[in-house]
């Protein structure tokens, strides 16, 4: 990533921004397990895994779309709703490229995944996050003379 100053560059990978521990669900899940876990563990969306392998991703917008739908919460599984087979990022992606790509695929959170074993989570909030203290300190770099 190119910093906010010339010459200066800037490079944080996935692993880095993601949120660990791995916090997941499996399919049978309800909906209302999911969403009471996503609430504890202020995530917007789990990973659905099985025998430690990613099947699924849960999101909040999938939780309230069937609410929406008038569908109850403590009697739909996760299963039913869930993006089967998800896109998912290695953790050695650069974080720039992985805004680019979750902004043109339009997804706020993906999992995380090194040799089918899923290592975290990341949303759009931990890119932004993760850019931002990029360039802060590239400022603070500049203004300490360094960098030249």
């Known amino acids: 990533m190119i910093g906010v100053y010339p010459n200066e560059e800037f490079e944080m990978l996935v692993d ?8 997941s669900c ?5 909906l209302a397990a999911a969403a009471r876990l996503m609430i504890d563990e202020e995530h917007g969306a789990l990973p659905v895994v ?14 309230l779309r069937a ?6 919460p403590a ?7 869930m993006t089967p087979d998800p896109d998912s990022l290695e953790p050695d992606v650069d974080v720039t490229d992985a805004a680019d790509w979750m902004l043109a695929a339009g997804y706020r959170h993906l999992p995380v995944v090194d040799d089918g074993k899923v290592l ?3 949303s759009m909030k931990d890119i932004m996050w993760a850019l931002a203290d990029g360039n802060r ?4 770099r500049m203004n300490n003379g360094a960098g030249h």
């Not at 609410?67 to 109850?72: E, F, M, N």
Request: with cysteine; aromatic share 0%.
């Open 67 to 72: 609410v929406a739908d008038g569908r109850s």
């Open 26 to 30: 499996d399919a049978e899940s309800s």
């Open 120 to 122: 975290g989570m990341v």
């Open 137 to 140: 300190c590239l400022r603070e």
């Open 50 to 63: 099985l025998h430690g392998s990613l099947i699924g991703i849960i999101t909040e917008r999938d939780i």
């Open 16 to 23: 880095e921004a993601m949120a660990r521990p791995v916090v």
């Open 75 to 81: 009697e739909v599984t996760v299963n039913e709703l």
